[in-house]
């Protein structure tokens, strides 16, 4: 029997794009909406979506993730991070539907040393962050069947994102600079995308449970830095012939940018593997199929 059917927002998203595109293959019916027909900044867009079929499921892959920008325009940040997930859930509450919103790993300050529990206190360090964790506090507020997903370094074989960038950036220069003193796991959107697949299995086999309810962290398995991230990338890379340059480590004080990023982020997962039996795979394998994704010819 075909699950579903379930609305993803998020539209063209690498989360979003990634549960559209594995949907089909667990006989799960997924739309995936964005911009126009889906916009947080016009609030009318969200009823329309929500009243036109009824879903079973509702998955926030939405978001203002422009964490530099965020730092100028944190009106807009909290338009897409809290204001519309609010209004999602409060529409999911109200209709008794499971809504999974995902979150950030910028909700910390990263200065705890230790991989973050879900129960740790949030002390965000920039607007993008802050308003990542008021979206949690609201959708949270508005009761329902609501789970939300905290997430790090996202990437993938499509969109904006870290990997892509530095295969880019390989290709035409031979040396590039890149933070070692920034700490977290990487994240492929596939895996998180499984995952979220996996958690709407869990339901429709065992019904909903209060213990579903709540906020979990949901990140590949392992962890390093965004000079180890690279250097990774590029080793993958060679067994493709792909770009080699030579990744120099740098403190984050030589890169200066707008916002302050926490210096360790990595989240504990053992809530998540607890209560759905969920496990992201180690970040090292899913950049190595993400890489063969990218550097292997179409046919």
């Known amino acids: ?19 559209g595109r594995l949907g089909p293959a667990r006989d799960m019916e997924v739309t995936v909406l964005g911009r126009p027909e889906f916009d947080f900044d016009h609030p009318e867009t969200i009823l329309t979506a929500f009243a036109s079929r009824p879903w079973r499921y509702l998955v926030n892959a939405a978001a203002y993730t ?15 991070n809290a204001d519309g997930p609010e209004m999602l859930a409060t529409l999911c509450a109200e209709a008794r539907i499971p809504f999974i919103h995902i979150s950030t790993d910028y909700v910390f300050d990263g200065a705890k040393g230790h991989p973050y529990r879900e129960t740790d206190p949030t002390r965000p360090t920039g607007a993008y962050g802050r308003t990542k964790r008021d979206g949690e506090v609201r959708v949270l507020k508005a009761g329902g069947h609501a789970i ?3 997430t790090a370094w996202v990437y993938s074989d499509t969109g904006k994102n870290f990997v ?4 880019s950036a390989g290709a035409r220069l031979p ?12 994240t492929a959107a596939a895996d998180l995308a499984t995952a979220i697949l996996d958690i709407i299995a869990v339901i429709e086999r065992d019904g909903w449970h209060q213990r579903f309810s709540g906020i979990f962290h ?12 690279a250097v990774a ?48 795979p180690p970040w090292r394998e899913s950049l190595a199929r993400t890489v063969d994704s990218l550097l292997t010819p179409s046919e």
Do not use: C, Y
């Open 1 to 19: 029997m075909t699950i579903g059917p379930i609305l993803v927002t998020g539209g063209s998203g690498q989360v979003a794009q990634a549960l």
């Open 66 to 80: 422009a964490v530099d920008a965020a730092e100028a325009d944190e009106a807009g940040a909290a338009r897409a």
């Open 148 to 150: 939300i997903l905290r």
């Open 164 to 167: 892509r960038t530095m295969l």
């Open 175 to 186: 040396r590039l600079r890149v933070v070692a003193d920034q700490k977290g796991s990487p």
């Open 218 to 229: 949901a990140t590949g398995s392992g962890e390093t830095t965004w000079h180890g991230l």
């Open 233 to 280: 990338t590029f080793e993958e890379a060679q067994r493709h012939n792909g770009p080699s340059p030579e990744v120099e480590a740098i403190a984050t004080a030589d890169w200066p940018t707008p916002a302050q990023r926490p210096a360790d982020s990595r989240l504990d997962n053992g809530k998540l593997a607890h209560t759905f039996g969920i496990t992201l």
